[in-house]
């Protein structure tokens, strides 16, 4: 599903009409949509209260109006605007309702009389600028003091389209009809706690004007490596992991259940030989022991191309611990000609510098959290979703990587400004070790030549999957391991 900033649904809507469609046809289809999701809350002869503010969702409102009038539902209309600030298509459905049967009206200074079955929330959507104050203020305290079913037209007055953020207060709504395209609102915290059920109704825009939006959420899972069912283990790649040391050895071999649950047919263990020898080593694992640096970690020298060469993907960081020679272990990765994934303390020789990584020659994949992301741009990030999507594309820009940004939701950045939100996790995934899960399922996707940008993408929601199907089970308490083994499942799933 596409998901557009307030700017960008305006210019798509812009687009459409400058190539024909009048404004008028987009309020019609947005004003019956918006009536029909309403219905199921009215009953026969049943009333709606319907709150309108300026512009083009008051104008929606109006239209939903209109059409449920027309299906024999009483109407009270509630103008939270001056009348003579509607203008256009809004001014025309106005004009229209004047004086019909049936139809109510109540001043903005006013406050409506008697109960209705359900209301319609039209007051503002992706216009709201500023904080609520005034009347859409006092009407969202109406609505709160007075519960019933509430539909929000594209979304809860007093929730930011762009950020999801309250201003101030914010309309609860049962059911938002989002027009023409998902909102960040929709999906991110706190406003999506007021959205309620969403539905998508696409106005009817041909796929040309939303194409180019940026933003999509990944609710289906990827298109996933194409081998014939007959082919053998090395059909499906050999993915190498570099991680672990003394102090976290459990990292390493958590990546490396990963990579098997992901679907890599060889996955290949390098570190030192007490991680190696950890008691939840995996049979199903190739182990490669290598050289310990004098600091307790491996010694990046071993970490060369000739290492690399038999894998078709590469993960590192999962558990390596403090990195004594940052600049060797930075001149080691630019050098690997493979695909890779970073992780962890993997990504600290590039902090402050994620530029280096555009002189690598093969794809590479992030995936840090907010901390992490703070240091490899040298700022802070903070936790908003809105402040983690920005960081995600400017990391991605600087980067040239491709930038999996764990979170709530997590997003995956690529270079050219496209971003994927991924929004199916939840709190049962904020336990240690599954980050390190995710790093074995993306290079396992890579292993069996999948795109970076899909391979982050089909990781981090059989990830999030697998953490949902956890918590259907118990809202906590779950182990990685447990996380890995519900994602192979994940990845398997059709949707």
Same mark, same amino acid.
């Given at each position: 599903?596409?998901?557009?900033?307030?700017?960008?649904?305006?210019?798509?809507?812009?687009?459409?009409?400058?190539?024909?469609?009048?404004?008028?046809?987009?309020?019609?289809?947005?004003?019956?949509?918006?009536?029909?999701?309403?219905?199921?809350?009215?009953?026969?002869?049943?009333?709606?209260?319907?709150?309108?503010?300026?512009?083009?969702?008051?104008?929606?409102?109006?239209?939903?109006?209109?059409?449920?009038?027309?299906?024999?539902?009483?109407?009270?209309?509630?103008?939270?605007?001056?009348?003579?600030?509607l203008?256009g298509?809004?001014?025309?459905?106005?004009r229209?309702?004047?004086?019909?049967?049936?139809?109510?009206?109540?001043?903005?200074?006013?406050?409506?009389?008697?109960?209705?079955?359900?209301?319609?929330?039209?007051?503002?959507?992706?216009?709201l600028?500023?904080e609520?104050?005034?009347?859409?203020?006092?009407?969202?305290?109406?609505?709160?003091?007075?519960?019933?079913?509430?539909?929000?037209?594209?979304?809860?007055?007093?929730?930011?389209?762009?950020?999801g953020?309250?201003?101030?207060?914010?309309?609860?709504?049962?059911?938002t009809?989002?027009?023409?395209?998902?909102?960040?609102?929709?999906?991110?915290?706190?406003?999506?706690?007021?959205?309620?059920?969403?539905?998508l109704?696409?106005?009817?825009?041909?796929?040309?004007?939303?194409?180019?939006?940026?933003?999509?959420?990944?609710?289906?899972?990827?298109?996933?490596p194409?081998?014939?069912?007959?082919?053998p283990?090395?059909?499906?790649?050999?993915?190498?992991?570099?991680?672990?040391?003394?102090?976290?050895?459990?990292?390493?071999?958590?990546?490396?259940?990963?990579?098997?649950?992901?679907?890599?047919?060889?996955?290949?263990?390098?570190?030192?030989?007490d991680?190696?020898?950890?008691?939840?080593?995996?049979?199903?694992?190739?182990?490669?022991?290598?050289?310990?640096?004098?600091?307790?970690g491996?010694?990046?020298?071993?970490?060369?191309?000739?290492?690399?060469?038999?894998?078709q993907?590469?993960?590192?960081?999962?558990?390596?611990?403090?990195?004594?020679?940052?600049?060797q272990?930075?001149?080691?990765?630019?050098?690997l000609?493979?695909?890779?994934?970073?992780?962890?303390?993997?990504?600290?020789?590039?902090?402050?510098?994620?530029?280096?990584?555009?002189r690598?020659?093969?794809?590479?994949?992030?995936?840090?959290h907010?901390?992490?992301?703070?240091?490899?741009?040298g700022?802070?990030?903070?936790t908003?979703?809105?402040?983690?999507?920005?960081?995600?594309e400017?990391?991605?820009?600087?980067?040239?990587?491709?930038?999996?940004?764990?979170?709530?939701?997590?997003?995956v950045?690529?270079?050219?400004?496209?971003?994927?939100?991924?929004?199916?996790?939840?709190p049962?995934?904020?336990?240690?070790?599954?980050?390190?899960?995710?790093?074995?399922l993306?290079? $396992?996707? +890579?292993a069996?030549?999948? *795109?970076?940008?899909?391979? /982050?993408?089909?990781? %981090?929601? &059989?990830? #999030?999957? !697998?953490? $949902?199907? +956890?918590?259907?089970?118990? *809202?906590?308490?779950?182990? /990685?391991?447990?996380v %890995?083994d &519900?994602? #192979?499942? !994940?990845?398997?799933?059709?949707?």
């Amino acid at each position: 599903m596409k998901v557009a900033r307030a700017r960008e649904m305006r210019d798509a809507e812009g687009r459409a009409f400058a190539a024909g469609i009048a404004p008028g046809v987009l309020m019609e289809t947005a004003g019956g949509a918006i009536a029909r999701a309403t219905l199921p809350y009215v009953p026969s002869g049943g009333t709606c209260l319907v709150l309108v503010g300026p512009g083009q969702n008051g104008g929606d409102g109006l239209c939903a109006a209109r059409h449920l009038r027309s299906r024999g539902v009483g109407v009270t209309i509630w103008l939270l605007t001056d009348p003579g600030k509607l203008h256009g298509d809004a001014l025309a459905q106005y004009r229209y309702l004047q004086g019909a049967d049936g139809v109510g009206w109540c001043a903005a200074d006013e406050t409506p009389q008697g109960t209705s079955d359900a209301a319609i929330d039209a007051i503002f959507g992706i216009s709201l600028r500023g904080e609520l104050t005034g009347a859409p203020l006092r009407a969202t305290w109406y609505l709160a003091d007075h519960p019933m079913p509430v539909v929000a037209a594209d979304l809860p007055s007093g929730v930011r389209a762009d950020t999801g953020e309250i201003a101030g207060a914010a309309v609860r709504a049962t059911r938002t009809v989002a027009l023409g395209a998902l909102k960040p609102g929709h999906i991110f915290a706190p406003g999506r706690s007021c959205a309620g059920e969403v539905v998508l109704e696409p106005l009817g825009l041909l796929p040309a004007f939303t194409d180019d939006l940026p933003l999509r959420l990944v609710d289906r899972m990827p298109a996933g490596p194409r081998v014939a069912p007959q082919a053998p283990k090395q059909a499906y790649g050999r993915a190498l992991i570099v991680a672990g040391c003394e102090a976290y050895p459990g990292a390493a071999w958590l990546a490396a259940r990963g990579a098997v649950r992901g679907g890599a047919g060889l996955t290949v263990l390098a570190s030192l030989a007490d991680v190696l020898m950890h008691p939840g080593a995996m049979p199903e694992v190739i182990v490669q022991r290598l050289r310990q640096d004098g600091q307790g970690g491996i010694d990046p020298a071993d970490v060369t191309q000739e290492l690399a060469a038999p894998a078709q993907a590469v993960a590192i960081g999962p558990g390596l611990g403090r990195m004594a020679e940052l600049a060797q272990w930075r001149r080691a990765i630019i050098a690997l000609c493979r695909p890779l994934v970073l992780d962890a303390d993997g990504l600290s020789p590039f902090a402050g510098r994620p530029e280096e990584l555009l002189r690598r020659s093969a794809p590479t994949v992030l995936t840090p959290h907010a901390g992490e992301a703070s240091r490899l741009l040298g700022r802070e990030v903070g936790t908003a979703p809105q402040e983690r999507l920005e960081a995600a594309e400017e990391l991605a820009r600087r980067s040239g990587a491709v930038t999996l940004l764990k979170g709530q939701p997590t997003f995956v950045a690529t270079p050219d400004g496209r971003v994927a939100i991924v929004d199916a996790g939840g709190p049962e995934l904020a336990t240690g070790g599954t980050g390190d899960v995710l790093t074995g399922l993306v290079v $396992a996707q +890579l292993a069996q030549d999948v *795109p970076a940008r899909i391979a /982050a993408e089909r990781a %981090a929601l &059989a990830h #999030a999957r !697998a953490g $949902a199907a +956890l918590r259907s089970r118990s *809202p906590r308490g779950h182990l /990685a391991s447990e996380v %890995a083994d &519900a994602a #192979a499942q !994940a990845l398997g799933e059709e949707d």
